[in-house]
């Protein structure tokens, strides 16, 4: 059965669907020098599913695990930080939150704010146009 293994969120735990991201999952062992990715891909609508995380090699001892979600840049992406947790001598729990922290500004007053969702309409209303150009009448 397919659980939620990662859920990325931000500072208030909700959860970012439309973040363009990817996550990877290593254990470092002791006695290693470099950590083993054991588990990688795109974070889709804001989760990783899988079965449960990779079981440790039970003839080493694990050192740590550690999940990494990178977030992509670019226009239409949200403006978080990429982020790394380590788990020192234990597995990821299911269902992690990952508590990305917000990189941009956020506006004060009522004026700021006015002025940031009407920027915010007029990038997207050039995307749309861009994506799907008004069609000319006849």
């Known amino acids: 059965m397919e659980e939620t293994l990662i859920k990325v969120t931000d500072v208030k735990g909700t959860i970012l669907k439309p973040i363009e991201a990817t ?17 990688s891909g795109d974070v889709r609508r804001g989760t990783v599913k ?10 080493k001892d694990l050192e740590y695990s550690e999940v990494k979600i990178d977030v992509k840049g670019g226009v239409q992406n949200l403006n978080y930080a990429s ?23 956020i506006p004060k007053t009522k004026k ?13 209303l050039s995307q749309l146009k861009e994506k799907y150009p008004p069609q000319k009448t006849k």
Not at 96 to 105: S, V
């Open 23 to 39: 996550f990877k999952v290593e254990y470092k062992y002791e006695g290693e020098a470099v950590a083993e990715e054991v588990l």
């Open 50 to 59: 899988g079965e449960k995380f990779p079981v440790p090699d039970a003839t």
């Open 83 to 105: 982020k790394t947790l380590k788990f020192f001598g234990k597995l990821p729990p299911l269902g992690l939150d990952t508590g990305l922290p917000f990189k941009g500004i």
């Open 112 to 124: 700021e704010k006015q002025g940031a969702m009407a920027d915010r309409r007029e990038t997207l």
